[in-house]
């Protein structure tokens, strides 16, 4: 038994005679999603603790279109009541906007069923969720909250200012550091995630003529789904198509190719939580050049582990990215750190091993020690 766990068994007033692990329902989007919340599930769903807490995957969501979407929540409002009825914790990933309120009647009921309730907030921005988000649509939130779950400590630092009564700790999104890093093909930079105005993909294409300029072979290899044919256009426009590669949505041994194959990960967000691309690029030891927006800055020191651009700057994306084509030390020195940085802040094992502590605080009745 850990410490931790053994810690909070000798804390709380209860008892390990005859102790049970407590039964968990996981509220997300489905595993068949394309985003980061549910590669978060999935990399739960393969360690230990999601089997010692029998945890049961409730999903909300569909992408494949608006009846479909309408289809998998009305799916899981009917199953919800038998799903929270069996459990004894129920734990919610939440978005912002849609995703709040698509997810509030099940809060709602597992409240009414006085199960307690950890809302596990994936949002990019502060303005997303406590500005743009109804005042009753919060106000029902942090009423029901048994614990804030935080991607970082900057977000929970965010969320004790605003809901100070409520709990809060932090849980860093999982990954696999197995990258090695020996296939690399020079001069290949990769973007990984959805192809959308907040994640800055239109700039690091803008960026691009300057960094073929000197380096004329280098590629630029989109690995998401959103706007392609956008995308598209913009490189023909930009006069860079021939360097340019649209890969759509991959993963699997795919996503774990192009993590091996490329030499620098770029992504030039404009707003972010801890976003999982940035996290799986660092896992397979890639130099990342990206921007200090939300808690990225809570893994990623410029200079030491990753360079840090400002945001908004295409000319700043494309000098960072030549500075680092130009020196292979450099790279191969900030990819290293950057694995190292994963490996011990939010390696699989270690929040897998948090997670489950973090399950039998709620059920042993204590409130979050540290985090």
Sequence with gaps: MPESTALYLTMCPVTPTGFRFPQVLVVAPGPELRGGITSVVLAHQSTPTWVKFSCNWLNTYSDRGGVYKLISALRAYLLTPNAVSRADIVHVHLGADASLMRKLPIIWFAARMKKPVILHFHVASAESLFIRTSSWVLSALRSHAALVIALSSSWKTEFEQRWPDIPTTVLPNPVSCSGSGAARRPGTILFLGKLENRKGYALLLEALPAVLREFPTAQLWFAG??????????????????????????????????????????????????????????????????????????VIANGRNGVLIPVGHSAAISNAIMTLLRNPQERRRLGDCAQETVRNLCSIDRVAAMLSDLYLTIWLGCRPLGG
């Design 225 to 298: 789904n959103g706007e392609i044919e956008k995308g598209e256009a913009l490189a023909r426009k930009l006069g860079v198509h021939s360097s340019v590669r649209f890969l759509g949505w991959i993963s699997g041994f795919e996503k774990q190719r192009v993590l091996e194959e490329a030499e620098i990960l770029c992504l030039p967000s404009f707003a972010e939580g801890v976003p999982m691309a940035i996290l799986e690029g660092m896992a397979h030891a890639l130099p990342v050049v990206t921007t200090p927006v939300g808690g990225i800055p809570d």
